[in-house]
């Protein structure tokens, strides 16, 4: 299994990443913090892949009226970031411990 960003001189440490604590476990949408660990980039490099078309977004919520700036939370479809990371949802979806109740692997 390959993740972006993992030098491949590591092939032998390579496989299932440890789950990450603190994020949340049932929706079928990734935060920002959930990409850069699943590709072991960085916060800004996932924002320039926004930019450049490499990963699309899903904003949540109604843009409010009247507002200059568009602040609203950014989410990122499952498919979307294995697509990017040649991964396949399952896999996602087990690096990040989803439980099966809840989405997740069954």
């Known amino acids: 299994m390959t ?17 990450l604590p603190g994020l949340r476990d049932k929706h079928p949408l990734l ?4 990409v850069v660990y699943l590709t072991n980039t960085s916060a800004p ?3 320039r892949w926004v930019v450049d078309g490499t990963l699309r977004r899903v904003k949540l919520g109604k ?8 602040n ?7 498919e979307d970031v294995a697509a990017l990371t040649h991964l396949t949802t399952n896999e996602i979806h087990a690096a990040l411990a989803i439980p099966a109740a809840q989405g997740g692997v069954k």
């Open 45 to 47: 490099t996932v924002k």
């Open 31 to 34: 935060t920002t913090e959930e």
């Open 3 to 19: 993740f972006l960003g993992h030098s491949s001189d590591h092939e032998e440490t390579r496989g299932t990443l440890p789950p």
């Open 72 to 78: 609203r939370p950014v989410r990122f479809r499952i």
């Open 63 to 70: 843009l409010k009226s009247g507002r200059v700036r568009d």
